[in-house]
């Protein structure tokens, strides 16, 4: 797999921040935090972002279902710095979208995430509905021109 395009690696170019500690129980036997862990800070950090957008899937009656995560390990990250997870929107699709996330310590990329999400509801596959499709178009990855 093809490693990030380097814009990714700018913190400013993510709309939303949040910062999770890392914990001593992270750390795996070479000593840097472990890739499981990694996955778990940038779920919290996607819970995190979607409230700061003000939306949550249970007022609409529906349910968002994560369809694909796609990890990159850049750097090996370390106990006991925290982790920044800065993210954005990096596409809105009919039903589903993809939340871009990076991972910083010591303002470092350490790590890039990917997260499509789908909507779904009792019929199935639900459209995305207007006012969450602007609160997306607010949060989008600036990509550099």
Request: charged share 20%; hydrophobic share 35%; with cysteine.
């Amino acid at each position: 797999m093809a490693k990030p395009e380097s814009w990714r690696f700018s913190p400013e170019a993510y709309r939303f921040v949040t910062s999770i500690d890392t914990r001593f129980q992270d750390l795996d036997t070479m000593g840097h935090i472990n890739n499981v862990a990694i996955s778990g800070i940038f779920e919290t950090a996607r819970i995190r972002f979607h409230h700061h957008m003000g939306r949550h899937p249970q007022e609409q009656g529906v349910r968002w279902l994560v369809a694909n995560v796609n990890l990159n390990f850049i750097e090996e990250s370390h106990f006991p710095y925290p982790f920044e997870v800065h993210c954005a929107i990096g596409h809105i699709g009919r039903t589903s979208w993809t939340i871009s996330s990076a991972g910083f310590q010591k303002g470092v990329c350490v790590a890039t995430c990917d997260t499509t999400v789908v909507t779904h509801g009792a019929e199935g596959r639900r459209l995305i509905d207007d006012t969450l499709r602007e609160a997306m178009e607010l949060n989008f990855l600036r990509k550099p021109e």
